[in-house]
């Protein structure tokens, strides 16, 4: 499968606990999204990178959450301290020109 | 601030009959338009898209309009098939997809065998 590919699908933590996911992209894509839905929602934008480079973050992003792609391959969210309102579904999106294909998405569930 | 509105949360349409999804959108600098569809449990999958420089683009039963002036665009498939039911996205962007795509709400498509 060459698609996008994201781990794990899903995660159950608890509040104040760190949780990081991974997004490995299409293979030939240089740009990488996050992105995060909530129910009822599109998604909606968090960060992304071309190649290595983070070149824009959301406002709304809280400091809680960074990402990397150190190597500007796979790709690295994490969320510190979560909170009950992190509980939502993250998806990893990919692209070279225009067209961007996601991911199936990390299911984040905060108790 | 919703720059990209789906207004109807709904509809459902007959099996071998039209499906109309409507979008609007607010931001004059967005110049690329795509629709994907959503199945529960998934990530979104890319339908087609549009330039900002067309008005028309049509993939097998997909045909996707551009109202620019209207600062509207329009899904259109037919005929439609038991597997289109699920939920449509309209999403815009600017510099020709070389950036974030801002999504609207969503269309949830019931086709009625």
Known sequence: DTGVSQDPRHKITKRGQNVTFRCDPISEHNRLYWYRQTLGQGPEFLTYFQNEAQLEKSRLLSDRFSAERPKGSFSTLEIQRTEQGDSAMYLCASSFQGEQFFGPGTRLTVL | ?113
């Open chain 2, 1 to 113: 601030d919703q720059q990209v509105k789906q207004n109807s949360p709904s509809l459902s349409v007959q099996e071998g009959r039209i499906s109309i999804l409507n979008c609007d959108y607010t931001n004059s600098m967005f110049d690329y338009f795509l629709w994907y569809k959503k199945y529960p449990a998934e990530g979104p999958t890319f339908l087609i898209s549009i330039s900002s420089i067309k008005d028309k683009n049509e993939d097998g039963r997909f045909t996707v309009f551009l109202n620019k002036s209207a600062k509207h665009l329009s899904l259109h498939i037919v005929p439609s098939q038991p597997g289109d039911s699920a939920v449509y996205f309209c999403a815009a962007s600017k510099n020709f997809g070389n950036e974030k795509l801002t999504f609207g709400t969503g269309t949830r498509l019931t086709i009625i065998p």
